[in-house]
């Protein structure tokens, strides 16, 4: 299927128009039909001569009715522009047409209505089109001539509907999801439905997705799936389609609100954008109504110049770089303008100037978004969270390098990270020549504290792959010099003896008195388990790191399951040390506890 908005000025013919095309009547409300005018979006729908699917999403053409009609041409990826011959362009005719400028659309169609009416005004009437929408993404499209009470001109504007839905790319139908809401409501036996269009991603009953929206922001699930009355187990994109839901109310639902994947979207509400038509943002003019999809949001601007802005969002939404918004002013009838999307996680600004220097940012960035810009500013960035922002990552891009499995690191920022991390490794031994190395999280700080500091999210992986460009090697969650082992002083003679005795006999743990006499401390003890040569298991009992594996071997001699009695009389031990040893197997998952009185091995 593939879903067209139609456009255009009130009582130009575009129900009429759209039930010629379908056969199908668009005005859904008893007042609409009564008064002769749209109110609200209408939805209709046909098969074209090639067999494919086209949805109509008919809107309102009064000025009263703006936003109503940006809900309904938001989501759509084609448009239809209707101008009636007897009237010619008028004033929402230039708002329509603005609002399809500001929202990018850039593949559609002009209708010429009630040709019957005004035959002697059709080249004039085609001149001002092409006169009005020259420099808009509809300059080239094709005029057509009808009448849809005649019939006059539909089988030509049949076939250029399915020669325009026939060259419109393919829909990516393995995106992440977002469908905008145009209603909800309930239907008895099968609860909440809610419609839109969907312009990219698959729908597939069963599926959870997130709602985010003006009341609510929760999990929820498809419990079913509609589109052009019949049921589906899956719809893909382009599509008008009906999803039923579970666990939400409809109550709880609201047009503007957001079917989403979840964890794949920024919900935000601060946004920095650019100019792409419309009046200069830097005017005075700083509360404003933002639409895009069906959502209609109150932002306050902050002009950075004519040309970029930031946009405080009155409730958050799931945007991404190269989101087309339009901007109106409250009560207004006009587009104030209409912006891109360049930025969905901005900086702070604080200092005097920032703004000015924030415009001359953004002033050369490409509507797609820098790569090198994002990843500068932050040092350090995960290859998803770029991805969620709705930028495009190529292979390579210069000056930015990735590292430990997804980070993407500014080459001159990890450079700088890099001759840190080695200068706070080696200062700190030098200062504590019994530690067996830094601790990465101690590490992991220490960078947070240099300028520019290491990400907050900046885990082991990342400072573990800082710390091996750095030559440094990281065991154990200590990060130290090639080679380096921990200066025992004073207490080396006693871990010699405690590995000595030890080697003699692996199950008789030198007593707390014996290490007193020997000077070794808890901190003695902590450096050499550090250095790979005690082993504490608790309680202050001190072994080799051996004494587990030759444990194991005795064990297994045993009849299974034996008992704590069996194993300290064939460790030649006291229950002192064979508690807390079998603890220890347990806990490696070499032994595994039955009852209260019985182990066995684990084969």
Same mark, same amino acid.
């Given at each position: 299927?593939?879903?067209?908005?139609? *456009? #255009?000025?009130?009582?130009?013919?575009?129900?009429?128009?759209?039930? *010629?095309?379908?056969?199908?009547?668009?005005?859904?409300? *008893?007042?609409?039909?009564?008064?002769?005018l749209t109110i609200d979006l209408g939805f209709a /729908?046909?098969?074209?001569?090639? #067999?494919?699917?086209? *949805?109509?999403v008919d809107v309102p053409g009064h000025e009263k009715f703006l936003a109503n009609m940006l809900a309904g041409v938001g989501p759509a990826p084609i448009v239809c522009l209707v101008v009636a011959a007897d009237k010619g362009w008028q004033a929402q005719s230039s708002d329509h047409r603005d609002a399809i400028t500001a929202l990018g659309i850039t593949r559609g169609l002009v209708v010429i209505t009630r040709a019957d009416l005004a035959p002697e005004s059709l080249a004039a009437t085609e001149a001002q089109i092409r006169a009005e929408l020259r420099g808009t993404p509809l300059a080239d499209a094709p005029v057509l001539t009808v009448s849809a009470t005649t019939g006059d001109g539909l089988d030509e504007l049949v076939a250029t509907l399915d020669a325009v839905t026939a060259e419109a790319p393919a829909p990516d139908s393995e995106a992440r999801l977002r469908l905008w809401v145009d209603r909800a409501f309930t239907i008895k036996g099968a609860g909440t439905v809610v419609t839109g269009t969907l312009t990219a991603g698959t729908l597939r009953t069963g599926d959870r997705l997130r709602l985010i929206g003006e009341t609510s922001d929760e999990a929820t699930a498809v419990r079913g799936l509609q589109s052009r009355n019949s049921s589906a187990e899956e719809v893909a994109p382009s599509a008008r389609v009906a999803v039923n839901l579970r666990e939400v109310a409809a109550d709880d639902i609201h047009r503007g609100d957001a079917l989403i994947t979840d964890d794949a /979207?920024?919900?935000?509400?601060?946004?920095?954008?650019?100019?792409?038509? #419309?009046?200069?943002?830097d005017e005075g003019v700083h509360g404003l109504m933002l639409h895009i999809g069906t959502a209609a949001v109150a932002v306050h601007m902050r002009p950075f110049d004519g040309d970029h802005a930031r946009l405080t969002l009155e409730r958050p939404l799931p945007l991404q770089v190269t989101d087309r918004i339009v901007l109106r002013s409250p009560g207004s009838r006009n587009v104030f303008a209409g912006v891109v999307v360049l930025d969905v996680d901005p900086p702070e600004l604080g200092r005097r100037g920032a703004g000015t220097r924030r415009a001359r940012e953004l002033n050369g960035r490409p509507e797609t978004g820098d790569i090198l810009a994002e990843v500068a500013r932050r040092g350090a960035v995960e290859r998803a969270r770029l991805v969620r922002f709705g930028l495009t990552l190529p292979d390579a891009v210069a000056g930015v390098e990735e590292i430990a499995g997804g980070w993407l690191v500014h080459r001159q920022t990890l450079e700088k990270w890099v001759e840190n991390a080695e200068t706070i490794v080696r200062a700190k031994l030098a200062a504590e020549p019994l530690a067996a190395g830094v601790p990465e999280k101690a590490l992991a700080e220490e960078l947070r504290r240099v300028d520019p500091p290491l990400p907050d999210s900046g885990g082991q992986e990342l400072v573990a792959a800082i710390a091996s460009r750095a030559g440094l090697d990281t065991v154990k969650g200590m990060v130290r010099p090639p080679g380096h082992t921990a200066d025992l002083g004073p207490a080396e003679a006693g871990v010699a003896e405690v590995e000595r005795r030890l080697a003699a006999n692996p199950f008789a743990a030198p007593e707390a008195d014996d290490l007193r006499e020997l000077r070794l401390g808890v901190r003695e003890l902590a450096v050499a388990e550090s250095a790979g040569r005690l082993l504490r298991l608790g309680d202050g009992v001190v072994v080799s790191p051996r004494t587990p594996a030759q444990a194991m071997r005795l064990l297994a001699r045993l009849d299974q399951p034996f008992t704590t009695s069996a194993a300290r009389k064939a460790l030649g031990t006291t229950r002192r040390v064979v508690i807390p040893l079998l603890e220890y197997l347990d806990g490696r998952g070499w032994t595994r506890r039955i009852d209260n009185t019985s182990r066995e091995v684990v084969r």
């Open positions: 299927m593939y879903v067209l908005a139609t *456009a #255009g000025h009130v009582d130009h013919g575009k129900s009429t128009l759209v039930n *010629a095309l379908t056969g199908m009547e668009p005005d859904r409300w *008893a007042e609409e039909r009564k008064r002769g /729908w046909t098969t074209l001569p090639s #067999g494919r699917e086209l *949805a109509f /979207w920024p919900i935000v509400d601060i946004i920095d954008v650019r100019r792409t038509m #419309g009046q200069l943002l």
